[in-house]
């Protein structure tokens, strides 16, 4: 099967994220409504009118295919392709005035992500994966660097709270916490284009959903790294939450025989 991605959906991933960018910078560090989901998470208006902007230009180009997006629920879920979108990834740290909040868009080709941006619009940096070809931020080729085994590795995860609703895998990850060199928590989805760029060696999140994930995978494999569920499962539409990064074979099978909870 041929999951290649066309460069016609790469041009219009990055107009989408262009577009996004500028709703989304309009409101930072400005006086915001916020209100709380179904699962108590913070969403702004900036949040819903970036989703809102990238959902039309799809429906405009390519009206067949799907769209998933976190804000604004599946349109089409079973077509070919299908956009997956988080319009701000780290509503927090951008209602906190923190600028490594992202912007994260995929497209799935019959279910697997071949194309993945994450887009940070503060700090005006893009990394852009896309299925055979290399990584690059900003249009420059990055690569990972793994410094070694776990005990050199650098690991990052959003927070050590998202761990807590399963007490096996919470022990899981303080075993993987201890076996490397030092831990970092609140990188958002700006981790894992630092693990792409050579900056990090593992990240391990929990909780996730499918808009959280997505737009990772191209840019994590394009670089050279791997990324897969917590048992080495890939990921896709229908993953689970469990997400494990890094920047060797080596140092992914040394965390997954830690995490195998």
């Known amino acids: 099967m041929n999951h290649s991605c066309p460069r016609e959906f790469v041009v219009l991933a990055e107009r989408l994220a262009d577009a996004a960018g500028d709703v989304v910078r309009r409101y930072f560090r400005q006086p915001l409504d916020i209100a709380d989901k179904p699962d108590e998470s913070p969403v702004t208006h900036a949040d819903r009118e970036a989703e809102t902007r990238m959902r039309e230009m799809i429906a405009r180009e390519f009206p067949a295919h799907g769209v998933v997006g976190e804000e604004h629920g599946a349109e089409r879920v079973d077509a070919d392709f299908v956009w997956v979108l988080d319009p701000i990834d780290g509503t927090k740290a951008f ?71 399963d007490p096996a895998a919470a022990a899981a990850y303080a075993r993987l916490r201890e076996a490397v060199r ?45 990324i897969t569920d917590w048992q080495g499962g890939a990921l896709g539409m229908r993953s689970g939450g469990q997400v494990l990064a890094a920047a060797s074979t080596g140092l992914h099978g040394a965390a997954r025989r830690i995490l195998d909870v």
């Open 182 to 226: 030092f831990v970092h928590y609140g990188g958002e989805c700006y981790q894992y284009g630092m693990l792409a760029s050579g900056f990090i060696d593992i990240v391990v999140e929990d909780d996730m959903r499918v808009y959280d994930y997505c737009a990772l995978v191209p840019v994590v494999e394009g670089a050279g790294g791997i």
């Open 95 to 165: 209602i906190s005035g923190v600028p490594v909040f992202g912007t994260l868009i995929a497209l799935l080709r019959d279910g697997r992500p071949v194309l993945g941006i994450i887009d940070h619009p503060a700090l005006h940096e893009r990394w852009v994966g896309a299925a055979g070809q290399p990584t690059t931020l900003n249009g420059t080729a990055v690569r990972v660097a793994p410094r070694g085994g776990l005990e050199n590795a650098v690991l990052w995860s959003t927070s050590p709270h998202m761990f807590e609703g």
